[in-house]
């Protein structure tokens, strides 16, 4: 059971370069959301989706979209990336309201 | 906007010392509340969950959170830190009305001294 797979775990990018971090739960989950952790800002939402084919934004979701077309996966995007977002992405997941996330390992990215 | 506040940003202790990590949320309805722990290099692991009822929850490793409604609070406590407790410790909250929204604290870096 291989709970939240992010990939890749590592990247390095160019300024203005774009690329796609995929998100994949085999839990059968409604609710995926992406995050953003930087140091002493703890975890900030980019966007979510409660279900199949649904998005919304999140706190910090300028920079980034998103898609699900499948239930299972929940796709981030940069379109040009900038240095301010080099940082660490984490993707959840989770069943109900009223339970909890299940994190990915995360995703480092630096963009220089 | 509903917010999610930790106040000590950095704690230090000795092994065997008390814990107690403050969070306060600002939501007048109900709520969900947790607390999760991320371990140097690691992913957020959830330590424990309050949903309803019983307003002292006991999760894993020894740790124990209560919920104070009239205080907007959800505090983590353990009687005896462990050097292995060193780790990155954060309080989220789910307003089930809020359809898929989930509000993290800042985090709180805890370190233990052996």
């Known amino acids: 059971n291989a709970g939240v797979t992010q990939t890749p775990k590592f990247r390095v990018l160019k300024t203005g370069q774009s690329m796609t971090l995929l998100c994949a739960q085999d839990?059968?989950?409604?609710?995926m959301y992406w995050y953003r952790q930087d140091p002493g800002m703890g975890l900030r939402l980019i966007h979510y989706?409660?279900?199949?084919?649904?998005?919304a934004k999140g706190e910090v979701p300028d920079g980034y979209n998103v898609s699900r077309l499948k239930k299972q996966n929940f796709l981030l995007g940069l379109e040009s990336a900038a240095p301010s977002q080099t940082s660490v992405y984490f993707c959840?997941?989770?069943?109900?309201?009223?339970?909890?996330?299940?994190f990915g390992d995360g995703t480092r990215l630096s963009i220089l | 906007a509903q917010s999610v506040s930790q106040h000590n940003h950095h704690v230090i202790l000795s092994e065997a010392a008390s814990l107690e990590l403050g969070c306060n949320y600002s939501y007048g309805g109900t709520v969900n509340l947790f607390w999760y722990v991320q371990y140097p290099g690691q992913h957020l692991q959830l330590l424990l969950k309050y949903f309803s009822g019983d307003p002292l929850v006991k999760g894993i490793k020894g740790f124990e959170a209560e919920f104070i409604k009239s205080k907007f609070s959800f505090n983590l406590r353990k009687p005896s830190v462990q050097w292995s407790d060193t780790a990155e410790y954060f309080c989220?909250?789910?307003?089930?009305?809020?359809?898929?929204?989930?509000?993290f604290g800042t985090g709180t870096s805890l370190t233990v001294i052996p």
């Open positions: 989220a909250v789910s307003p089930p009305v809020h359809r898929g929204q989930f509000y």
């Open positions: 839990m059968n989950h409604e609710y």
């Open positions: 959840a997941s989770r069943g109900q309201t009223n339970q909890p996330q299940h």
């Open positions: 989706s409660v279900g199949e084919g649904t998005t």
